[in-house]
C-alpha cells in the first residue's frame, strides 16, 4: 500500500507544485492584513525579549548572554511561523464535520500528499510575508544585527525547511484524529503549548530540568525551532539536521500508516 | 402606590426577568455542550495541560535564576494563578464577546439586534463556556502558592477573602478590555490582531511582576490596558504589604470605571454598526 502511494507521488509532482502555489496565490489576496498581524507579532516577541532583557539585569544568562538571548527570542518567534502555526489539522476537521472528506479520500491523489503540497503553499507564504518582516522588526526594536553576521542563516533555513514538514506531519496527525473524535482543536492547541515548551521557544533546551530534557529529546519538537535557532547563533552542529531527517522519515511513515488507518473508519456527518 | 414606587418595582421586574432568562441561556448552552461529553473531557483535560506547561515556562526560568526582580517563586505563581482565575471568570460569561469578529464577519449581528434585549445581553449568554481545566490548574497553583506563603509567616489567613475580591474585580477589568477591543470592530470588522495585542500578549505579560520590563511598557499595562490591575497591584499589598488597604476601593473604583467607559464606548460602537452580510 505504502510503496504503490509512493509511486503516485513522484507521478503527480506538478499537481503538488500547483496546490502549493493555489494556497500561495489564495493567501497573497489578504497580504496587507497579514502584513499588519505581523506587527501583533513582532509585539509577543517584544515581550519575551523583555523578560530576558529584565531577567539579565540581575543574573547572568549563561552562554548566551542578554544579546544572544534577544537573538535567540527574534529567531523563535519568527520561526513560529513555519514551525508552529500551521492550519489546524490541515483542515480534516472541517471536512470531517461537513462530509467533505469522504470526497477528498476519493480523490485520484494520496489524502496525506494532497493537504502537504496545500500547506506547504500556505508556509511559504507565511515564511515570505510573515517571518522575515517580524525577524526584521524585531531586530529593528532590539537594535540587533542578523546573528554570526547572517554566515550562519542558509543553515539554519535548511533546519527550518525540515521544521515547516515536521509540523506539517503534526498537523496531520491531529487532523486524523478528528474522525475519532470530531474535534481536534484542543489537540492543535495543546499541541502549540507544548512545542513552546519542548522546542525551546522561549528557554533553551539546556536550561530544563534533566527529566523534561529527555522527553524533549525523545519528541520530533527540539528539531522544530531549538536546532534551527542553535545552528543560527552558531552554537549548534550540522549533525542536528540527520535527527531533523530522521524524524520527517519516521513521521511520514507513521502518517502514511494513520492514512490506511483511518479509510477505515470514515463516518460522513450531517445530512 | 404612587408613580415613584411603581417605576423601581417595574425595574426589578425587568431584571428578575432577564436573570431568569439569563439562567435559562445558560442551562440551554451547558445542555447543548454536553452533547459532546468525550469532547468536553478531553478539551478540559487538554487546558488544564496547556495552562500547566504555561505554567511551567514561568517555573523553569524562576527554579534556573531564582527570584525574578526579588519576587520568589511563590508570589509569581500567585500572580500567575489570580490572572487564570480572573481570565476564566471573564471567559466564562463572556466568551462570545470575545468572539464579536465572526458576528461581524457573518453578519449574525443583524439578527441580535431584532431580539427585545440590549445586544450585549443577548450575546453574552449565547455561550456559557465551562473551562473546567483552567479551574483545576488555577486551584493547584493557587494552593501550592498559598501554601507555600501561608508557611512561611509571609501572609495569613485574610489573604484568602482579599484574593477572591481581586479575583472579581480583576475579571471585570479584563472584561472591559475585551469588551473595549471588540468595540473596535464595529470600524475594523476583524479585531484578532487587536485582541492579540490587547488581551493575549497583556495578559502574558502580567505573569510576570511588571518592574521586569521597561517604564513605559509597566505604566502602559496599569493605565492603557490596565491588566497589571488584576493580579500585580492587589499582590504589592496582600503578599508583600506594600502601598494600603486603599488598594482595595481603588481596584473596586478601576473596575467600576473601565466597565462604564467600555460599556459608553460600546454604545457608541453600535451606533456606528454597519452590516457586512449581502
Redesign the interface.
Known sequence: MISFRTLLYNGNTRLYLALASKAYARNIQYRGSHLLHNFASAVFGYLYACIWIGLGRDHSLGEYGMIGMMQYITFTQASLWVSSFTTNGLGIPQSVRTGQISLDLMRPVHLFAHLAAKEAGQIAYQFLYKSIPVYLIMLLALGLMPAEGGRTLPLALLALTGSAYLSICIGYLIGISALWTTESSWLHWGNQAIMNLLAGFFIPLQWLPLWLQQIAWASPYPFMLYAPTQLYLGKGDPALLLGTLAWCTVLTLVCLLATHVMRRKVEVQGG | MTQSTQMPNRTNRAIRRYIKLYLLLIRTSIRSRMQ?R??FA??SI??A??QL??F??VA??L????A??GWSVYEIGYLFAVMTFSKTLYRTFGDEVHHLESYLVEGELDQLLTKPLPVLLSLMPRSFRLMLGEVIQGTAIMIWAFGGMLGSGQITWWAIPQTVFAILTGAVVLFAIGLATATCGFWTT?I???Q??TE??AQ??AR?PL????NW?GGLLLTAIPVGLVNYLPALYILRGELGIWVFPLLAAAACLALLLALRFWTFGMSKYQSTGS
Open positions: 459532546y468525550f469532547n478531553l478539551g487538554l487546558a495541560l496547556i506547561s504555561e511551567l515556562m523553569i526560568v527554579a534556573k535564576f531564582g525574578v526582580q476583524r484578532s490582531m487587536l492579540n495585542m493575549d500578549a502574558t505579560a510576570y518592574t521586569l520590563y521597561p511598557m
